[in-house]
């Protein structure tokens, strides 16, 4: 079953409305017809990982986030999959994600900011 790319697009724009008004369930459930359906983009496992971030069900938001990163290893999925590895207590996961995002982008501004905080919470 192949989508309409207007109907994938829509669907992004809805779930990242719904998330921003902090109502992750319908997001969620949006993203799961999405899913079901093949639909396959890195924004879809983006938004679903907000969504179960927002849940603070961290195990499934890192499970979506690693699919976006997979996908597309940009220095904010990085961030975010670490991120959500801080907040489940995985600091040790969490900064390696970070190490590697910053051998992909060297110098990168955000995954370096985030390594160093991250730094101050274990010292």
Not at 9 to 28: F, H, W
Not at 75 to 97: E, Q, S
């Amino acid at each position: 079953y192949q989508l309409d790319q207007r109907w994938d697009y829509g669907v992004i724009n809805l779930c990242q409305i719904y998330n921003a008004l902090s109502m992750p369930e319908r997001s969620l459930a949006l993203l799961g017809d999405a899913y079901l359906r093949g639909f396959n983009h890195t924004k879809l496992y983006e938004n679903a990982g907000f969504a179960w971030f927002q849940q603070k069900d961290y195990r499934r938001a890192s499970q979506w986030y690693d699919k976006a990163l997979i996908i597309n290893p940009t220095p904010d999925n990085f961030k975010n999959l670490a991120v959500t590895h801080i907040y489940a207590g995985d600091l040790k996961r969490a900064a390696i994600l970070l190490d590697a995002g910053l051998e992909q982008f060297p110098g990168n501004e955000l995954l370096q900011n985030n390594l160093t905080q991250l730094q101050s919470l274990v010292r």
